[in-house]
């Protein structure tokens, strides 16, 4: 089932998320929808509360980039093809590499993109879908996407990243949002 963005302002999306168990109640059909509302978004990473549930919970697919993408430039990231999991509890164990920058987008912030600076590369330590416990390293492409999910996991937006000034100058836009007074191709729900 598609299940409704939540937009920007929503409390949901600055709440620190809370670990689950293997027992919570309708994971398999809520990684399911997740899954599900991330690709009929057009998205490529997708966090629990972002579907108005606060746990720690994301689901991305960088491979769908480099799909997109000529061969030539794919030998620009290190992390072709690419890599699609379920990420549950996730917690990072360490940074590492130099910040570089990317323009980044977010589903629950629509028609706003910004370079922003991430590390290189993250490791973490996470359970899958199956609650099998994971250390993995990711680099590249797929540890930007992992890192912006885990932002919102951690109660942050990509606009956290932002010079303040930049970010006073798109206070109307982000009003906009707030307030329902945006048109996509995908559900939303607003705040209150």
């Known amino acids: 089932m598609i299940l409704p963005i939540v937009a920007y302002g929503s409390p949901v999306l600055r709440k620190v998320c809370d670990d689950i168990t293997a027992g919570y109640p309708g994971l398999d059909k809520l990684i399911a929808d997740m899954w599900e509302t991330m690709y009929n978004s057009n998205g490529v990473g997708l966090a629990a ?34 890599y699609k999991g379920v990420f549950i509890n996730a917690h990072i164990v360490k940074l590492n590499g ?17 370079d ?18 994971h250390t993995k390293t990711f ?15 951690e109660g942050k937006l990509f606009i956290d ?9 798109m206070k109307r836009k982000l009003d906009d949002i707030s307030r329902g007074k945006i048109k996509v191709d995908y559900r939303m729900v607003f705040p209150k």
């Open 49 to 82: 509360p972002q579907v108005n549930v606060p746990v720690r919970l994301f689901v991305m697919d960088s491979e769908q980039i480099f799909a997109n993408q000529e061969e030539d430039e794919k030998d620009d990231y290190p992390d072709a093809p690419g």
């Open 98 to 114: 130099k910040e570089w920058p990317y323009n980044e987008g977010c589903l629950s912030i629509p028609k706003i993109r910004e």
């Open 116 to 133: 922003i600076y991430r590390n290189e590369e993250v490791t973490l330590q996470f359970n899958d879908e199956h609650f099998q416990p």
């Open 139 to 153: 680099n590249g492409i797929t540890a930007r996407v992992i890192l912006h999910e885990y932002d919102h996991i």
């Open 161 to 169: 990243h932002i010079k303040p000034l930049k970010r006073k100058l």
